[in-house]
């Protein structure tokens, strides 16, 4: 088990940032994971489809997987973790975020970095579906700046044990300022290329299945072919889909910065210091965090990298440390509140 006193040590030849992120997507082999899918309708009328994997026994503890921007529950940390987690005995459910799951969502309303109200009422599901289950939850990336800020507006009432954030983009602003910089732009490229062809789906199943009234809500966006960068795409789709004035609003109100200091559940956050996606400067500083919190800042990992051992033999630091402090979690906090 890794030490967390100790800091995380890159594979040999995997030390640049860029390797660290880019290693899952492109060189991860392929992992199989037997899951029962559940869709759960929301109370707008839309739904959000869970993965459940592991064992089904109603106290074995549970673990919410919230996945990234254009990712979904078959994500290779999503279920990179979901294994590890198996072979500890605890279940894992994955959430797979509006239209993430393979079929277009029914509402012109996607997903987003602030959208906590749709992570609201999965809690709110799990604990009526396993009400002697410990809970935690695990997000990354998008993920992770939507659990934040799910546990700062919920305070004490989160109804989770324990969480867990991974490479959070604290600083929504910042971020599409820092992935417009350098080869930071090759990701910006391959996102703008997924979040438009995300909406132009949506518009081919509004219009095969006669939805006028979604289609008329997609078509006053305006056309879409000259989106550069997040700022554009957030400007134009993001914020008047999500009823934001604009891009620096939609910024604004779903930064998981803000709401840090309100978190009252035992949370680590796992962050590396050269993060391609997010500034040094955006990181929060130990006065905004509760006492509750820990912020373990790695000097290296990449975005949701962390891959140590060797490239012979990889290791998948987040998958050992990750249930290792879960499980330390299921004894009551101690008089720091950790």
Known sequence: ????????????????????TLWGPLWRKSLPLAHQRERLWLEDGDFLDLDWSGPHQ???????????????????????????????????????????????????????????????????????????????????????????????????GSQLEAAVAVSVPFRLDQCADRIGLGFSRVYQAHFMREMLAYVKDKQRHFQHRGHDEGLATLAQLGPLENLKNFWDFDGRVTAPLHGFR??????????????????RTRTLIIQSSDDPFVFAHSLPTASELPSQTTLELHARGGHVGFIDGSLRQPGYYLER??????????SPPDASGR
């Open 1 to 20: 088990m890794p030490n967390p006193s100790q800091p995380f040590r890159p594979a040999t030849g995997l030390g640049n940032p860029h390797l660290q």
């Open 58 to 156: 109603p106290d074995t503890p549970l673990v919410l997987v919230l996945h990234g921007l254009t990712g979904s529950s078959s994500s290779h940390y999503v279920v990179g973790l979901q294994q590890a987690l198996q072979a500890y005995g605890w279940a894992s459910v994955a959430v797979n975020w509006r239209g993430c799951s393979g079929e277009p969502n029914l509402l012109p309303r996607s997903y987003h970095s602030g959208a906590s109200e749709d992570l609201a009422e999965v809690v709110r599901h799990l604990r009526a579906q396993r009400p002697m289950a410990p809970l935690y939850a695990v997000g990354y990336s998008l993920g992770g700046n939507v659990l934040l800020k799910y546990l700062g507006e919920s305070g004490s």
């Open 246 to 263: 604009d891009a620096d609003d939609y910024y604004r109100r779903s930064s998981s910065r803000y709401f840090l200091g309100e978190n």
């Open 321 to 330: 440390r990750i249930p290792q402090w879960l499980t330390g979690r299921l």
